[in-house]
């Protein structure tokens, strides 16, 4: 007999994998809605990139630019200047000071 009360799992009907430096990557059924209030046509069962380096020509899709300018991904750059304040080494591109802290700009 199952109880009723505890709660079942609920398997998502769409998955959003972020690629490693790349797009989204949208997998099940989605409606695709940009700022404008625009509705973009998506066949059911396809999976669709997004952009988001900022930099693509087909916005909201991913047209690959991202590896002709060498996107990093933000969690990416996140964990790389944390290891550096804890290792007091500064992010690329900064100088260190005493407190393991780039200088502002």
Known sequence: ???????QPVT????????NNGPF???GPFRLVDADGNEYDVPAGKKVN??????????????GT??????EAAERAVRAADE?????Q???GGQATAGGQAPQA
């Open 1 to 7: 007999m199952s109880d009723e009360s505890t709660p």
């Open 12 to 19: 998502p009907s769409v998955t959003i994998l972020a690629k």
């Open 25 to 27: 990557l949208v997998d």
């Open 50 to 63: 997004l952009c988001r380096c900022g930099g693509s020509t087909r916005k909201p899709f991913c047209d």
């Open 66 to 71: 991202h590896s002709r300018i060498g996107f």
């Open 84 to 88: 550096g304040e804890a290792t007091g």
């Open 90 to 92: 500064a992010p690329q």
